[in-house]
């Protein structure tokens, strides 16, 4: 029974996003706005839901390295994996305004984090600590990006020509492209949490630890919907959709989920997530230079990437 409901798991997850993206992109077209907007806010916040779930609830209950580790490996595994596997299936056009404002605001918001975080190191702090002040901090931020998105969508409607040629008749009502995204989002959601849930008890019977699978199948399984979204998306030739699913999810990760989660209970900080965090800058970095290349993000640059996740998981395992 548990192997059958990991199937169908990974059949939500996969058809839920068929039809996520579906609706997303007319959604776009309808509201006459670039689709990286509607990946940047819809795609990217539906998709980042679980992440909030988990980190949200683990600060309630003061599980601080379940909250902050969430945030941190769900990031990393966008970054790297999730924009790796979509480059490598579907090269991603970048559009210059995402090479000088989207990926710079997630390099900022990380920069933000990892500051907020180094209080023995700026302050001379017995320890580091995300309190209440930083996390409404970073929700502040969060509104400045909102506003950025909301000024760039009212701006980008005047150009309705380009941005909304293709759309059918058939695919303008209201009704049927919300019902397409909020189904798919449920599936997604639903088929996500089957898989992360069943996944883990068959590894648990596999002999494997509980440390080792929150480090791997947990951490992995929150950000499937990313992943699976931003596939598809691809698939369907909406690089812009994929991208501004990682880049958004990203920063509402850091943003709003912590953001939200210090402000609802300070958050104690593991030193060894410094570490990861100047790592999951310095490829923030990388990503903004192989999207300067061409505008595009290409397959060797998706190997790369995906690699240096796998390396990554050795490293978080043998730590660990």
Do not use: C
């Amino acid at each position: 029974m548990t192997y059958l409901l990991l199937i169908v798991g990974f059949a939500l997850l996969i058809i839920g996003a068929d039809y996520f993206v579906k609706g997303a992109s007319n959604i776009s077209a309808i509201l006459r706005v670039p689709p990286i907007l509607v990946g940047l806010t819809i795609v990217s916040f539906g998709t980042s839901s679980p992440e909030a779930t988990v980190s949200i609830i683990a600060a309630l209950n003061g599980n601080d390295d379940v909250s902050l580790g969430n945030v941190m490996g769900s990031n990393m595994f966008n970054t790297l994996f999730v924009l790796g596997m979509t480059a490598i299936i579907a090269p991603l056009v970048v559009k210059s305004q995402t090479i000088r404002k989207e990926i710079p605001f997630s390099f900022l918001a990380g920069i933000t984090l990892l500051v907020l975080m180094a209080d023995t190191f700026l302050q001379n702090f017995t320890s580091n600590l995300l309190t209440r002040s930083d996390g409404i901090i970073l929700l502040l931020i969060f509104a400045v990006f909102l506003y950025y998105v909301y000024e760039l969508a009212r701006k980008s409607r005047n150009d309705v020509e380009e941005i909304q040629p293709h759309i059918a008749e058939k695919d303008k009502s209201w009704f049927k492209n919300g019902t397409f995204t909020l189904a798919g989002l449920a599936a997604i959601v639903f088929g996500g949490d089957l898989v992360v849930k069943n996944s883990t008890d068959i590894a648990l019977s596999l002999g494997m630890s509980e440390a080792l699978v929150g480090l791997t199948i947990v951490a992995v399984g929150t950000s499937l919907p990313e992943l699976v979204t931003s596939i598809i998306a691809a698939l369907k030739k909406e690089s812009e959709i994929a991208l501004g699913n990682i880049i958004g999810s990203n920063i509402f990760n850091i943003l709003f989920v912590l953001g939200a989660s210090a402000t609802i209970s300070p958050i104690g900080v593991n030193s060894a997530l410094f570490t990861d965090m100047i790592i999951l800058i310095a490829f923030t970095v990388i990503v903004l230079i192989f999207a300067l290349t061409h505008f595009t993000i290409g397959k060797r640059e998706g190997l790369f990437l995906a690699l240096s996740y796998i390396v990554y998981m050795v490293y978080i395992i043998l730590r660990n």
